[in-house]
Every structure is written in C-alpha cells, then in structure tokens.
Nanobody
Framework: QLQLEQSGGGSVQPGGSLKLSCAASRSALDFHAISWFRQVPGKEREGISCFSTAQNSIIYADSVQGRFTTSRDNAKDAVSLQMNSLKPEDTGIYYC????????????????????WGQGTQVTVSS
C-alpha cells in the first residue's frame, strides 16, 4: 500500500513563502509521478505541479508558474513544494498525489492512473 505523508503549510501574509513536503518510500518516488493539488472552497481540485523521476520531467500549472518550485529531496525521501510570492487566492487545502504519470492539460496538471492521496494540509494567505 503506497502511503504519502504530508508536512508543512500554515498561515502567511501575501508575498510570503511556505514549503510543503510529501514523504514516501524511495521506490514510490522512483516509479510514480508526485503531483501537488489544491482545493479551494467552491472550486474543483486543481493540479498545480508534478515531479516525475521516471518521466524525467517537472511541470507546473499556469497559475503557479514562476512562483512555486517542486523538487525531490533524496535525503528525506520526499518531494517538496516551495511556494513563494503567495497570494490570497493561493489559500486552500493542499494535497500531494502519487500516480503512474502526469501531464499538463489546459493549463493545469492532471494525473494518469488512479492517484494515491496524501492527507492534505491547510495553506492560508491573508493579511
């Protein structure tokens, strides 16, 4: 059973930064694409980034391109999401997901194959 353990998040003022982490087994990270999604109240869950060791690719949704960075931390067996220049509209519950592959479609990230989800973590951007 693939398990994802999220950490990080919290509250920050507009323009600030936060970092999220999604820990998994090394084999899970080697053979799955790790995506980050966010759920904003009243809207559909949006895929915002994907890191895939197997596909040798890193992709971002248009809404976060240039502000967010996803990377793999081999020392911690985790994929992180560094979020800079945060805006109030970035507020939401953030989830990591492991899937067979990921793609960028219509400006957002989608997963291919049934994803496994992390537990979610709240990010609040407010003055």
């Amino acid at each position: 059973q693939l398990q994802l353990e999220q950490s990080g998040g919290g509250s920050v003022q507009p323009g600030g930064s936060l970092k999220l982490s999604c820990a998994a087994s090394r084999s899970a990270l080697d053979f799955h694409a790790i995506s980050w999604f966010r759920q904003v109240p009243g809207k559909e869950r949006e895929g915002i980034s994907c890191f895939s060791t197997a596909q040798n690719s890193i992709i971002y949704a248009d809404s976060v391109q240039g502000r967010f960075t996803t990377s793999r931390d081999n020392a911690k067996d985790a994929v992180s999401l560094q979020m800079n220049s945060l805006k109030p509209e970035d507020t939401g519950i953030y989830y990591c997901a492991a899937s067979a592959q990921c793609r960028k479609r219509s400006g957002t990230i989608i997963t291919l194959g049934t994803p496994h989800w992390g537990q979610g973590t709240q990010v609040t951007v407010s003055s």
